[in-house]
Nanobody, 125 residues
Framework: QAQLVESGGGLVQPGGSLRLSCAVS????????IAWFRQAPGKEREGVSC????????YYADSVKGRFTITKDNANSAVYLQMNNLKPEDTAVYYC??????????????????WGQGTQVTVSS
């Protein structure tokens, strides 16, 4: 059974860092793309980053470019989101999601077929 499980969220001060993990099971990262989305209360879900299966190409939203880095470890069946220089506006529930490709519209949530349960990230002093 294919499954995604996020972890690593928590409370951090502005300017701090967190690393989120997305553990995958029931499939191989060799054949699927994984994206990170986030959703704050009362706001729409937005795409944060995506890593492709083929060649590991990466994509980022403008709001996180230069601060966040997505990586994957195929051998350990995990995708990570390293978040540096965190800001209060980064506060949200972060989700990982699976699709066959990042594609031209990787940042649109309706493109994805499988989602994790989410992990809370709170950036506050």
């Amino acid at each position: 059974q294919a499954q995604l499980v996020e972890s690593g969220g928590g409370l951090v001060q502005p300017g701090g860092s967190l690393r989120l993990s997305c553990a995958v099971s029931g499939f191989t990262l060799d054949h699927y793309a994984i994206a990170w989305f986030r959703q704050a209360p009362g706001k729409e879900r937005e795409g944060v980053s995506c890593v492709s299966s083929n060649k590991g190409f990466t994509y980022y939203a403008d709001s996180v470019k230069g601060r966040f880095t997505i990586t994957k470890d195929n051998a350990n069946s995990a995708v990570y989101l390293q978040m540096n220089n965190l800001k209060p506006e980064d506060t949200a529930v972060y989700y990982c999601a699976r699709d066959f490709t990042c594609g031209a519209s990787w940042y649109e949530d309706h493109e994805y077929e499988l989602w994790g349960q989410g992990t809370q990230v709170t950036v506050s002093s």
